[in-house]
């Protein structure tokens, strides 16, 4: 069985939707644990106060909206390579997705920095690159919805994909690269003395595996709407022309 059997619509559907009532319970399995794990059964951090428990969402959110950009851009290649619908549609349906992702990490670490810099924002290189590709998820999605050829758009959307993960890498990496600013090094490290403590990593660490689930869920969720919706236009196309 080879993995492009899966760019075929037909086939795609069949598969997620056997794989959708797994993948929910998954998510719930994982997710409400870690997150009522993480808020309400680990204690106040000495140095950061009830604050740290933010960590649970907002290391989970930056990361997969990070990690959700790579996804867009692996299906983008696969579209501009090989044309499979499937994955231009998979593209576009998680979208939406890394940019509630990347607004919850903006905004959650606004609540982080507040208490602890004593600033909701500063111009930190890993913030301002993580606003930068918020801006670059509307964009993608504001293109798609311009332009009415849908493989025009699958190909323009493309390539602002590729721009665009110059910043999902800066986002990353950013701290390192400039070796500044007020942002924390990784949350989750080899480093003993960067690596959280042990008693917020375990709940932090199943609160991004259900964060994980949870993407999967609304990818596949969106990705067979859109399946389903540019059936729908075929349709309304083939009505008109008869």
């Not at 979208?95 to 111009?123: D, R």
């Not at 665009?164 to 990353?172: E, K, P, Q, T, Y």
Request: neutral net charge; proline residues 4%; charged residues 15%.
């Amino acid at each position: 069985m080879s993995i492009w059997e899966y760019a075929n619509p037909v086939k795609f559907m069949q598969t997620s939707g056997r794989l959708l009532p797994w993948v929910v319970g998954a998510t719930v399995l994982t997710l409400v644990p870690g997150l009522v794990w993480g808020f309400f059964f680990t204690p106040v951090a000495a140095e950061f106060g009830a604050t740290v428990k933010v960590i649970y969402v907002h290391v989970p959110a930056a990361t997969f909206a990070i990690n959700i950009w790579v996804m867009m851009l692996v299906a983008s290649l696969i579209w501009l390579i090989r044309r499979h619908h499937v994955s231009a549609l998979a593209a576009r349906a998680a979208a939406p997705i890394g940019m509630v992702m990347t607004l919850i990490a903006l905004v959650t670490g606004a609540l982080w920095g507040q208490p602890m810099w004593g600033t909701w924002w500063e111009w930190d290189p890993r913030l301002t690159s993580f606003l930068i590709l918020f801006l670059f998820y509307l964009g993608y999605m504001a293109l798609w919805e311009a332009i009415d050829t849908p493989d025009t758009a699958a190909d323009l959307t493309g390539v602002l994909c590729l721009v665009g993960s110059v910043f999902a890498v800066l986002s990353r990496y950013a701290a390192i690269f400039w070796n500044q600013g007020l942002h924390q090094g990784a949350t989750l490290s080899l480093d003993k003395e960067e690596h959280i403590a042990d008693v917020y990593w375990q709940p932090l660490v199943l609160s991004i595996v259900g964060f994980g689930f949870l993407f999967v869920t609304l990818l596949l969720l969106r990705t067979r709407t859109e399946i389903r919706a540019r059936r729908i236009k075929a349709l309304e196309q083939r009505e008109r022309m008869a």
